[in-house]
């Protein structure tokens, strides 16, 4: 009988451990990622380029603005040579990886800015390429989105994190190297850390007062607004016009919303 209990009462703690370690996030990875906008498309388009830092423990994320980088200073390859900003470190984009989906905030004209939300819909394709990065063995991914074409390549060793810089997610591993077909856009992981200290922060309450938009009404409402923006100082003046850029990682146009593949 007392070896019945003794066996009852390990199953029953094995049972607690095996649901714990199930239930328990992963621990946090830090990824500090060089992000660069240089699309010269036209007047409208726009140049800049940072440094994000990304908080994941494989269910949940959010994702810092370190500092700016002076995009007057590119290399042969398109990168900055250094970043020249003081640390800023504003919270932005917070991923749910288990609700696929990401909230971030972003204007959508001079004054005022929404809390938008967002899927994390990615048709990934298989691509051939092979990359190292920081030591990883990455596999390359092709995708379509928002209006531009992409490679992707993410970390098979690292693939508890689904996670990745700005929008990116859903790939088999991290993503540590997003680079647009067109060399408007790139982002490079430049460094990864680990902690068990750090929580994963949500959205500001403060965003609470902000418009929720979701990210369709997000890009018609700008759109509108630029339009009759452009409209108004036509009509006071033919000769004049106005730069609003609506080129940016995404498009900022209704036709490229669910323009995946």
């Known amino acids: 009988m007392q070896k019945f209990k003794i066996n009852v009462l390990f199953v029953i703690l094995f049972s607690f451990f095996v649901n714990a370690q199930i239930s328990k996030p992963n621990q946090t990875i830090i990824v500090d ?27 949940q994320s959010f994702q810092n603005l370190q500092s700016y980088i002076d995009t007057t200073l590119y290399d042969k390859d398109g990168f900055p040579h250094e970043f020249d900003s003081a640390p800023i470190n504003k919270l932005n984009y917070f991923k749910d990886l288990s609700e696929n989906k990401v909230i971030y905030g972003s204007a959508y004209n001079f004054r005022k800015s929404g809390k938008i939300t967002d899927s994390l819909q990615f048709n990934f394709i298989n ?23 992409y490679e992707v390549f993410y970390s098979t060793a690292l693939s508890e994190y689904q996670d990745g810089p700005w929008k990116f997610a859903n790939a088999p591993g991290l993503i540590l190297a997003v680079k647009s077909f067109d060399n408007s856009v790139t982002m490079v992981a430049n460094c990864i850390q680990y902690s068990q200290d750090i ?3 949500s959205c500001p309450k403060s965003w609470d007062k902000r418009l929720a938009l979701s990210y369709r009404e997000f890009v018609e409402k700008r ?12 009509a006071e003046d033919p000769m004049s016009d106005i730069s609003i850029p609506y080129r940016n990682f995404e498009i900022y146009h209704p036709y490229y919303v669910d323009n995946h593949r």
């Open 33 to 59: 990622y060089d992000i660069v906008l240089n699309d010269t498309t036209d007047i409208e388009s726009s140049q800049y380029a940072f440094r994000y830092q990304l908080n994941s423990n494989g269910i």
């Open 127 to 149: 691509g051939k390429a092979t990359k190292t990065i920081l030591g990883y063995e990455c596999k390359q991914l092709i995708v379509s989105f928002r209006g531009r074409d």
């Open 199 to 201: 929580d994963i922060k």
């Open 223 to 234: 759109s509108s607004w630029r339009d009759n923006v452009k409209a108004k100082i036509r």
